[in-house]
């Protein structure tokens, strides 16, 4: 069975088939192709939802031809169309869901909308060697989420905790955005915090002791403080990088305490990390370290299949279409729905 992916939910189009045939039958990603719109956005300082919409129609057929070269396959060779219905941009997810729907009507197979975290969730699964099986505890970092998940199952997912507030990619972003650094923000702080000093300033740990949930507010109030207090923060290179390290530290010694938590909780084993921010190298080798003392093992899927690719939607689609599940031919996108 082969299942198209298309993600449009903010501003990569990304395109992708999952072959269940391939690697002597384990199955595994045939072909994915991705568009940045970085460039596109770079200049506002974050997403404009309309330019992004209008790119992704722009960018949807040449790409889908793309990685029909890509796969060496026909359209006619695709057995299902998987597309992300939510949450997301409302302009940017129908371009997606729309082209999906009718081309799975024109090709007479089924459709359907797959959930953007899910998607994030089920990535590490992709992983060709010891990918990691239910049940285990997620968490989930993307731009516009910060979750802890109990998931037993495909579609058997119960929130454990989540941010009150903002998201930790999000914080990662407006932290950039006081650095100067350009859009997006994540990787670039990561880029900088690398030759600072982590303890050189306390930053807050927003609701430690306060069950499983996280609040990152306050964080980014902390850090504009911050930055207004110290002296050279906007020119001197160690200062700069002192306060991107101090700040990464502060986060994901919050995340990395709440994971263990979670884990000590539920009394699983493994700990799968997913969405963008999972992409973060020192948030990967802490919780690595962190949680070595309960003998629980840490998950997270190479860096192209932490932040949005196709790849996922493609995946989670296949997973819900096994279990005999599609969508009619109305479509609904949803910009704000829980997992
Ligand atoms: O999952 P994703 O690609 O899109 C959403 O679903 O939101 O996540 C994007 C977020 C952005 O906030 C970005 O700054 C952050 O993930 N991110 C990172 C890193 N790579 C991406 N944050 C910290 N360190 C990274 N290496
Ligand atoms: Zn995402």
Known sequence: MKVLGIETSCDETGLAIYDDQINNGKGGVLAQVLYSQVQLHQMYGGVVPELASRDHIRKLVPLFD???????????????????????????????????????????????GVHHMEGHLLAPLLAADNPPQFPFVCLLVSGGHTMLVRADGVGEYQLLGESIDDAVGECFDKVAKMLNLPYPGGPNVEKLAKTGNPLAYQLPRPMLHKGLDFSFSGMKTAVHNLIKDTPNADSDPVVRADIAASFQYAVVDTLTQKCHKALKQTGLKQLVIAGGVSANRTLQKTLEQRVQDIGAKVYYAPVELCTDNGAMIAYAGFCRLKQGQADGLAVACVPRWNI
């Open 66 to 112: 793309e990685l029909l070269v890509q796969a060496g396959i026909d359209k006619s060779q695709i057995d299902a169309v998987s597309y992300t219905k939510g949450p997301g941009l409302i302009g940017a997810l129908m371009t997606g869901a729309l082209f999906g729907r009718t081309l799975a009507f024109g090709l007479g197979v089924p459709a359907l």
